[in-house]
């Protein structure tokens, strides 16, 4: 069991590890943090434009660090506020033309990354994989909310 332990959370790390390096690299061109290409490729499917309540919702980040997101990104020409009635906390977030250039290439590249990572997994080792993964981060959630359930108390006065 300690074995699938180590094998498990030190591919998890590396996987995630090497996933911020790219993102990285490849934000370090529009002059932003890597952390920022998941918000890009978020704000490419909502051409109309998202809350910031929703894309923290949607991203699992908390909302002081989607209002930097969006100061620095506003800052940069990629995004604007659509208000509603003076109401910034409703304001809309939408892409500028240079925001959906730069979305563009963050997609482009998340995609062909993802290609050559698991380019040699078939359609139904993937399909596999992405249902484990979904099952396992559930999980994960549940022990992360709820701690680690003590051993059966019969178990534990063996």
């Given amino acids: 069991m300690l074995e699938r332990f180590e094998l498990f959370s030190y591919s998890i790390h590396n996987i995630y590890k090497y996933i911020t390096q790219i993102e990285r690299e490849e934000m370090e061109k529009y002059g932003l943090r890597g952390a920022y290409a998941q918000y890009l490729v978020i704000m490419s499917r909502f051409p109309e434009g998202i809350t910031s309540s929703k894309l923290s919702e949607i991203c699992d980040k908390d909302k002081a660090a989607i209002s930097r997101m969006i100061a620095e990104m506003e ?21 500028t033309e240079e925001g959906q250039a730069a979305a563009e290439y963050v997609c482009d ?48 006065d063996k």
């Fill in 109 to 156: 590249k998340a995609s062909r990354a993802v290609s050559l990572a698991g380019g040699n997994l078939g359609d139904e080792e993937r399909r596999i994989m992405y249902g484990a993964l979904a099952i396992i981060e559930t999980n994960l959630r549940r022990i992360s909310r709820d701690g680690i359930p003590d051993r059966h108390r019969k178990n534990r």
């Fill in 75 to 95: 800052s940069k020409g990629l995004l604007i506020r659509k208000t509603d009635k003076d109401n910034l906390y409703r304001a809309k977030l939408v892409l």
